[in-house]
């Protein structure tokens, strides 16, 4: 089974600070996603990541970055967190582009509250 | 603009009793998949859908496609508590790699 491990549960932050959201995936997936979760709002695309060093923007970039060093791992930055940051933060990965029908899996989430 | 609608949001049922949650989109796809997510947990893939006509059962639950209503339904047969979860639908639309997720809908299961 695909593993997708995100670092932490549960986050509290402070507004102005910088947070390191974590993501690792066993599978040796190409793909790899970050959502955040919202009551009423479904998933939004945040960023995504077809391959190391490379990055795409989702629906919502704006006041987040990322980061794909190694194919494994893909990590969500908040550059200055605010309040309206507090969500719930879910990556994901897929196969590869080529097998471009594969679901996507998910994390546990990381639960960030921004005070 | 890419929308993907689920209804009903909310949907409280007896077990025993069937039902379908729908999901509309709003533009052409070619593939659209059907993920669940229990309380405090990630999200799980349930069905993946290809084409036109695509029908996919898996116990209790049958997924179909009809891309020319731009729409899928999710059927739950003799519901059971164990299938008190959210249910979330997806869409890839034509030449955009990113899925698009309707709002969800909160299943709750009364004895």
Same mark, same amino acid.
């Given at each position: 089974?695909?593993?997708?491990?995100?670092?932490?549960?549960? +986050?509290?932050?402070?507004?102005?600070?910088?947070?390191?959201?974590?993501? =690792?995936?066993? !599978?040796?997936?190409?793909? !790899?996603?970050?959502?955040?979760?919202?009551? $009423?709002? $479904?998933?939004?695309?945040?960023?995504?990541?077809?391959? =190391?060093? !490379?990055?795409?923007?989702?629906?919502?970039?704006? $006041?987040?970055?990322?980061?794909?060093?190694?194919?494994?791992?893909?990590?969500?930055? +908040?550059?200055?967190?605010?309040?309206?940051?507090?969500? !719930?933060?879910?990556?994901?990965?897929?196969?590869?582009?080529?097998?471009?029908?594969?679901?996507?899996?998910? $994390?546990?989430?990381?639960?960030?509250?921004?005070? | 603009?890419?929308? #993907?609608?689920?209804?009903?949001?909310?949907?409280? @049922?007896?077990?025993? /009793?069937?039902?379908?949650?729908?999901?509309?989109?709003?533009?052409?796809?070619? &593939?659209?998949?059907?993920?669940?997510?229990?309380?405090?947990?990630?999200?799980? *893939?349930?069905? #993946?859908?290809? *084409?036109?006509?695509? #029908? /996919?059962?898996?116990? &209790?639950? @049958?997924? *179909?496609?009809?891309? /020319?209503? &731009?729409?899928?339904?999710? %059927?739950?047969?003799?519901?059971? %508590?164990?299938? *008190?979860?959210?249910?979330?639908?997806? #869409?890839?639309?034509?030449?955009?790699? /990113?899925?698009?997720?309707?709002?969800?809908?909160?299943?709750?299961?009364?004895?």
């Amino acid at each position: 089974d695909v593993k997708v491990t995100q670092s932490s549960r549960y +986050l509290v932050k402070r507004t102005g600070e910088k947070v390191f959201l974590e993501c =690792v995936q066993d !599978m040796d997936h190409e793909n !790899m996603f970050w959502y955040r979760q919202d009551p $009423g709002l $479904g998933l939004r695309l945040i960023y995504f990541s077809y391959d =190391v060093k !490379m990055k795409e923007k989702g629906d919502i970039p704006e $006041g987040y970055s990322v980061s794909r060093e190694k194919k494994e791992r893909f990590s969500l930055i +908040l550059e200055s967190a605010s309040t309206n940051q507090t969500s !719930m933060y879910l990556c994901a990965s897929s196969l590869s582009q080529d097998s471009w029908y594969s679901p996507l899996h998910f $994390g546990n989430g990381t639960r960030l509250t921004v005070t | 603009e890419l929308k #993907v609608e689920q209804n009903p949001l909310f949907l409280s @049922m007896q077990e025993g /009793k069937n039902y379908t949650i729908y999901c509309n989109y709003s533009t052409t796809s070619d &593939r659209l998949y059907w993920y669940r997510q229990d309380p405090g947990k990630s999200l799980e *893939s349930l069905f #993946v859908l290809l *084409s036109n006509g695509a #029908v /996919k059962q898996e116990g &209790r639950l @049958m997924a *179909s496609l009809d891309t /020319k209503a &731009r729409l899928s339904t999710l %059927h739950i047969t003799a519901a059971v %508590h164990d299938l *008190s979860a959210t249910y979330f639908c997806a #869409v890839a639309f034509f030449g955009n790699e /990113k899925l698009t997720f309707g709002t969800g809908t909160r299943l709750t299961i009364i004895p």
